[in-house]
């Protein structure tokens, strides 16, 4: 098994400007989990949801499930 490392990345839409979170998708398949944390903190702690949980997430920030962002 190889271990990979998490290729962090943050949304188009993000302005730089603050609340901005970035994901590691590669781990999903080989690894089962999406690997979240803060842009601003990156050293900071490592939230790691499953591929379900983070697109059931998704679908709620999408759908306006948590109000105004």
Not at 16 to 29: F, K, Q, R, T, V
């Amino acid at each position: 098994m190889t271990a990979e490392s998490p290729r962090w990345f943050k949304s188009s839409y993000s302005n730089n400007g603050g609340s901005c979170i970035e994901i590691a998708a590669n781990l999903a398949a080989p690894r089962g989990i999406v690997p979240v944390r803060d842009s601003k903190n990156p050293g900071g702690p490592v939230l790691h949801a499953s591929p379900a949980a983070f697109i059931a997430f998704m679908a709620g920030v999408k759908g306006g499930e948590f109000g105004a962002v």
